[in-house]
Structure formats: C-alpha cells, structure tokens
C-alpha cells in the first residue's frame, strides 16, 4: 500500500513541475537569452538594457494586439503593412493640421480601427478564412502606402513647432531614465494582461480558443467576439504606427513594418502562446518580445552576416515551436 501511496504522491509532484514548466517556460528561455545577451555584451550598462526595451515596443505593442486574435485559433497577418500605413497617413494628418499631436494620435487610432473592423466583419460575420483575409489587407494595406506616397518617405515636418515635442520630447525621451516607448509598451501589457486575466471577456477568449462549440453553447456570441478581437488589433496596430511615427521622424513605405507580422508571432510563440488558441499567458509576450529583441543584439555582436540575421531567428523560432510541442505531449 505503502508502494502505490508514493507512486501517487511522484505522479503528483511530476504533475505539478510540468504544470510550472508549461506555464512559465517563457521565463526560463528569457533568461537563458539574457544571460547570452549579457556574455556577449561585455560592459552591459543600464541605458543598454534600456535600449532593448526602445526598441521592442512598436513589436511588442503590435505582438500584444495579435495575441488576442491567437487566442482564439486565428491570425492577422496585415499588422506590419497597417501599421506603415497608418503611420504615413498620420504623419499627413500631422504636417496637415500645422503639427497637432492630438489629431496625429487620433488618425492613428481611427484609421486602426477601421482596418480591425473591416478585417474582423470578413473573418467574424462572413467566415471567411483569416488567413487569406489578413495575407490580402497585408497586400492592399502596403500597395495603398506606396500609392498615396508616390513611394516616397513620409516625414515630420521639423519645422513645426510641437516636433520637438513629438519627437525628442515623446519618441525619444526617458521617464526616470525608463523610454517614453518602452513605458507605452508596458502599459499596453498590463491593460491586455488585466483584459484577459481578469475581466468577463478575457475568459471569452480563452473559452472561445479553447473549444468553439462549447462556447457558442455557453451562449458567446463568438462572431461579434472576433470582431471586436480585430478592431481591439487594430486600435494597437494603430497605437504602434504612432509611436513608431514618433520615434523614427520618418516613414519608408517599401521596408518599414516589413516582418513585422512575423517578428511579433515571433514574440508571441517565446512568450509561450499556444498557436492554436486558448492556451499561454499574455505577460509572456514582454519576455518573448524582449527575447526577440535581445536575439537581434546577440548576433550583432557575433558579427554574424546580416543575410543569415533571419536564418537564426528562424531557427529560434522553431525551437520554440518543438519546445511548446515536447511540452504538450509530455502533460499527455
């Protein structure tokens, strides 16, 4: 009796460790990431570290926006060429209206909007497959970039007198030596983290990524659910091309936002998000973006080829994958 009493108890304890791994695996990558980033860094100060941040919020921002569409089984592949979209018509808005930050954060916001809700009526109400909806708004959204452009860059006009302001001021500045960028990035987490923890509707999206049937029996209007999924992507996608406008001064229509889809499913997948729904933590994707971020930064310092950068991050990105599949058959 004795026998089988320790047997249970080891089943158990193994339970418990492989629960704490599949749900805080994204810690323990972050680390492992880190510590190298730390290595091949040599004098790493503060301010480097606080660069890492800069430079993951516009990916992370967007990353936080499609995880709510993985969440529940589906994919938005039109991120990065509505963000350089948005960015260039917002940046009109901004020269247009004689440098009002105001109207230029509110464009932003606006044109996110409308491109999550026409991504979400096509995918949410008419079922049409998110796959093939968000490859084609990608196409449309950065063709329509380089149209109003002329393929021209959209530029600040550093002339105005608020471009200081938006620019050095917000773009660029610290906040008790913390990035403005890297604080917006953090506050988008902890609204989405607060969102999907603990609200009514984050357990919709877990119910609705978990099992559909079930959920749509549970009385969840999963349409109108994937809608408003999609126009809250794009309301951030929109956020991002602000901030992205603000801290670069200038918009390429040909290569900005170009992967970004990829670098923020990226983000999403170290960050221990399941991509068939319903599965991982949201505050994983701070870690996975930062991964990410730091990755970059470690193959810089090896003097890696810059045509092999992606060749590495791909190969991550497939161990994260086959990471997240050894954990999934190991709970079975």
Not at 28 to 54: H, P
Not at 108 to 135: D, Q, W, Y
Not at 208 to 224: D, F, M, Q, V, Y
Request: net charge positive; with cysteine.
């Amino acid at each position: 009796m004795s026998d089988v009493v320790i047997e249970v108890k080891r089943a158990k304890t193994q339970d418990k460790i492989l629960e704490f791994w599949e749900r805080f695996s994204y810690v323990a990558i972050f680390i492992a990431i880190f510590i190298t980033f730390v290595v091949v860094s040599k004098n790493l100060t503060w301010s480097g570290v606080m660069l890492v941040l800069r430079q993951s919020a516009v990916i992370g921002i967007i990353g936080f926006g499609m995880v709510l569409v993985i969440l529940v089984g589906d994919i938005d592949l039109s991120v990065g060429s509505g963000m350089v979209l948005i960015s260039g018509l917002s940046v009109m808005a901004y020269n247009a209206t004689g440098g009002n930050t105001f109207v230029m954060l509110l464009a932003a916001l606006g044109m996110g909007l409308v491109a999550g809700l026409f991504n979400g009526i096509l995918v949410g109400l008419a079922k049409m497959p998110p796959f093939i909806v968000t490859l084609a708004t990608m196409l449309i959204f950065r063709s329509m970039a380089l149209y109003i452009s002329d393929s021209k860059l959209y530029e600040l006009d550093s002339s105005l007198p608020s471009f200081r302001t938006l620019h050095y001021g917000f773009g660029n500045s610290s906040f008790l030596t913390i990035p403005i960028a890297g604080l917006m990035f953090l506050l988008v987490a902890a609204a989405v983290v607060y969102l999907c923890t603990s609200t009514k509707y984050g357990k919709k999206i877990y119910a609705l990524g978990s099992n559909p049937k079930a959920a749509r029996l549970a009385g969840i209007n999963t349409e109108w659910l994937k809608v408003s999924l999609f126009v809250i992507c794009g309301l951030l996608v929109g956020f991002s091309a602000f901030v992205n406008a603000a801290m670069n001064r200038s918009v390429s229509p040909a290569t900005t936002g170009q992967t970004f889809e990829m670098f923020a499913i990226a983000g999403i997948v170290l960050g221990g998000i399941s991509m068939s729904g319903g599965k991982g933590h949201t505050a994983g994707i701070i870690f996975g973006t930062l991964s990410f971020t730091m990755v970059s930064r470690i193959i810089d310092a090896f003097e890696l080829s810059t045509t092999m950068n992606n060749t590495v991050k791909g190969i991550i990105l497939l161990m994260a994958i086959a990471l997240q599949m050894i954990k999934r058959r190991s709970r079975e």
